[in-house]
């Protein structure tokens, strides 16, 4: 999976165990897709949980993403993985329990966005495209 910049999972897990549900208009509610010749789908509620799959590789994760975005347009972005399947990801590696990422999250409209070690466009990998719902 795509994991950047990450710090200590002692520091970061007590924040993400209080988290405050998210409202659904937030722009990250949804289904994203990465990628093309090993697509990697994200998912994340409105509780602050999420899942994803990455070739073998699935993961359950806390995030927190702020509420508004910052001066530059970028969200600040916290996820933690909680369970994992073990196996490898589209990188050939699996993905620990308590790896954490801090990134920055930009959107372009409410269907694609960009997801950055920093808050500038140049260091970032994407676009991220949303899947839409599908009508029962």
Known sequence: ML????????????????????????????????????????????????????????LQSRFEISAQPSTKGFYAFTDVVVKTNGKPDCYGEPTPVGDVAKLYIRFSGSSKFLLCVVESTNTCVGPFERIPAHAP
């Open 3 to 58: 994991r950047f910049c990450l710090v200590s999972a002692l520091v970061v897990l007590p924040m993400l165990a209080s988290s405050t549900v998210l409202p659904i208009e937030h722009p990250i509610i949804g289904t994203w897709r990465f990628g093309r010749s090993c697509p990697e789908t994200y998912e994340f509620k409105v509780d602050g949980t999420g899942n994803s799959t990455s070739a073998e590789e699935t």
